[in-house]
């Protein structure tokens, strides 16, 4: 599968099911997601363009397929092109979607220059609408060559899709993840994000689509990998009132551009069975029966049939759509699986995601109970044990007995016991703001209101009738970080979401694992980047992450990467990164690893043991880079990069939050078994409108450190 669209992953043949993603899902600060605790609110907030009626669709699609090839290098497939056949179908007659919005290249048709063709006819299509959905699939063989010297992919090779008249000997190349990238970054500028990609392949070592009955006949013979000498140059021919966002011109870059969903993982083989892709297959069965109106990107893994000896991968920033449709869900709280286990409850989650003794789930029999809001009864989180990925609850004092038969769901409805802000209340003649605090705390029983303002994160005060607020963290003004928000309404409206949103900064900006075999064997490198001369972005100068902090003058629409590195011996590593603004409470989302399907799908690791690396923002990462600035009036501001580093992965979807201050603002884009365990690497990015002066002088301190995990 394409690295563009698999950020550090490879996956073979069924490469899969991208999607492009709205400017919603964030990479950087890229739109952030709602944050509501209802979990059955389900309000649509856009319209599908995908109709099943007599009406025209506004979709248009190119599908690819291929059974024969011109070198001998690839035995022919059987299923190819009756898999593109089968989706045009689909198209055609499911969708009723016209012939005339459809490009099909099969067989000869499908040679490199009209595949290259047929993406950027979707670019430069009067017809299509900017939001129109836009559905990419190819069918045949894929392939792997080695990346150019230079080129960071984190140790892994460079995937391609191998056209009809591939050809050594008449230096007719394969069409690499890089030209893809470009291809579909192109499509989305200019026609929105509303993008699906099918790419059911797999790379060249695995042998082709192997087919489960007779799959001798089909593994390819030869090198393992393509004769990378025929690419020569085609590398270099390739590619608001908040501090952080993603840079300049990366609205549509990356994961910010579609969601991927991959057949199955890199050591894995895609298979063919009776003249069919498997992947393929099992993907339309769940469209016909389903229906894409019904069934977003993050279900479609849990919800299809399972695949013997693959596992699909999914990723990406908009997973929250449904097919072909910019229609999103206000975000809810994902179901849990819970178990009853001799005597006791087992929630299949722990302090990696959150949880906390004391914390309350409703119980239900089934996932589709919850929507019912026909449930079982209330479970606690004990504290007798808290695990990092298990938790152990109990019944609440004096209510019934619950008895679970088999594995049902829970979901939260109270945090429990942490204390996620520390409030001062500057005192007034009225105690009219100590007032209405009080009647507010019901709703935030985690917000613990401290008598002194040292010891505070937030102080606020009444000034001529409105709420003044100021961030006083010490973490912060220890930088002379200051920032200062008036005018807020003394109302339990206008108080109420600001204090749920900075009660729910601070507690994930807070919560830590202190695991030496996690912080200690993850590097983490920052850099500027520019444009070399194929307008790709490369990192230049030095790593500005020293000693934990990132410190540097800021330069306007300036894009910048980050580069993670695991230098642990035994574990692999699945981390998310988010930014963290002081200034405005907002937590922006600049990567978030790919999730297994199902708990039986195995999950491919970004960040592999023994030097494996990750890029962010520039190389194969997938990611939108992302740049900073200055509000007017200030010199200083401080945000935190954190990262999350966990050994299986773990759902953080619902940590990216926007600012409650600034309403409509948008975000834009530049084998051995072991304990399972978490971490968190948490590092200060200070930007100065001037430069500083040298540490010891600023603080007169030694000891003046990052701010670590």
Not at 342 to 352: D, K, M, S
Request: charged share 25%.
């Amino acid at each position: 599968m394409p690295s563009f669209l698999l950020p550090k992953t490879e996956v073979r043949r069924n490469s899969s099911n991208a999607v492009k993603p709205s400017s919603g899902v964030r990479p950087s600060l890229a739109s952030k997601r709602t944050n509501t605790l209802l979990p059955h609110d389900f309000r649509w907030v856009a319209a599908s363009n995908v109709k099943h009626s007599t009406e025209k669709s506004r979709l248009f699609a190119l599908i690819i397929g291929i059974n024969t090839y011109e070198s001998d290098e690839f035995r022919n497939l059987r299923g190819g092109v009756a898999d593109a056949e089968s989706f045009k179908q689909y198209l055609e007659v499911d969708l009723k979607v016209p012939r005339s919005q459809i490009t099909f290249l099969i067989e000869k048709g499908a040679s490199r220059s009209a595949i290259l063709s047929g993406f950027k006819s979707l670019q430069n299509d009067p017809r299509i609408q900017r939001g129109d959905p836009i559905f990419i699939f190819y069918a045949g063989h894929g392939g792997e060559i080695k990346p150019p010297e230079g080129w960071d992919t984190g140790g892994r090779k460079i995937q391609v899709l191998v056209p009809h008249d591939y050809s050594t000997k008449r230096n007719i190349t394969g069409i690499t993840d890089r030209e893809l990238g470009k291809l579909l970054n192109g499509i989305a500028k200019e026609k929105g994000d509303n993008i699906t990609v099918v790419f059911d392949c797999c790379h060249a070592a695995s042998g082709t689509r192997g087919d489960e009955d007779e799959s001798s006949s089909l593994i390819r013979s030869g090198s393992e990998e393509l004769d990378c000498s025929i690419y020569g140059d085609i590398y270099s021919s390739q590619e608001d009132e908040r501090g952080a966002k993603p840079a300049p011109d990366t609205a549509h870059v990356g994961l910010n551009s579609h969601v991927l969903v991959a057949a199955c993982s890199s050591a894995e083989y895609a298979k063919e069975s009776n003249g069919r892709g498997s992947f393929s297959t099992a993907f339309l069965t769940l469209l016909r029966t389903t229906g894409p109106d019904k069934l977003r990107y993050s279900d479609i893994l849990n919800d299809m049939d399972l695949i013997p000896n693959q596992n699909p991968q999914c990723e990406g920033e908009n997973q929250n759509r449904f097919i072909f449709n910019k229609m999103v869900l206000p975000h809810q709280r994902a179901p849990i699986p819970v178990r009853s286990e001799q005597g006791n409850f087992i929630l299949e989650a722990g302090t990696a995601q959150g949880i906390n003794i004391g914390a309350e789930f409703t119980i239900y029999a089934r996932k589709e109970d919850v929507a019912r809001e026909n449930s079982m009864g209330v479970l606690v989180v004990d504290s007798t044990k808290l695990e990092s990925y298990s938790a152990t609850m109990k019944v609440l004092p004096d209510a019934p007995i619950l008895s679970l038969p088999r594995p049902g769901v829970a979901v939260q409805t109270t945090a429990g016991h942490r204390p996620d802000l520390r409030l001062f209340i500057r005192p007034d003649p009225q105690q009219s703001l100590i007032s209405l605090v009080r009647e507010t705390r019901h709703d935030f029983p985690n917000v613990t209101i401290v008598d002194q303002e040292e010891d505070a994160q937030i102080s606020i005060e009444m000034l001529n009738g409105k709420v003044t607020l100021r961030i006083v963290e010490q973490k912060l003004t220890r930088y002379n970080f200051a920032r200062q928000i008036d005018g807020i309404d003394p109302t339990l409206e206008g108080l109420s979401p600001i204090l749920k949103t900075a009660a729910h900064y601070y507690w994930h900006l807070n919560r830590t694992n202190d695991s030496p075999e996690v912080a200690n064997n993850i590097q983490v490198e920052f850099y500027k980047l520019r444009e070399d001369d194929s307008e790709d972005l490369i990192p230049v100068g030095d790593n500005l992450c020293v000693d934990n902090e990132i410190d540097f003058v800021v330069e306007e629409d300036q894009p910048y990467g980050v580069k993670l590195i695991n230098i642990n011996k035994s574990r692999d590593f699945f981390p998310s990164l988010f930014y963290f603004d002081n200034s405005d409470l907002s937590i922006g989302s600049y990567y978030q690893h790919p999730l297994p399907g199902a708990a039986n799908h195995v999950a491919e690791p970004p960040l592999p043991m023994n030097g494996g690396s990750l890029t962010i923002g520039y190389g194969a990462g997938g990611a939108a880079p992302f740049s900073y600035f200055l509000r007017e009036g200030q010199d200083v501001d401080v945000g935190f990069m954190k990262v999350f580093l966990f050994s299986k992965p773990v759902d953080l979807s619902d940590v990216a939050q926007d600012t409650p201050f600034e309403e409509g603002r948008h975000q834009m884009t530049w084998k051995k078994k072991v304990k399972p365990t978490w971490g968190t690497v948490t590092i200060p990015v200070i930007q100065r409108r001037y430069p500083s002066r040298p540490k010891a002088e600023r603080t007169g301190r030694d000891d003046d450190a990052g701010f670590g995990s």
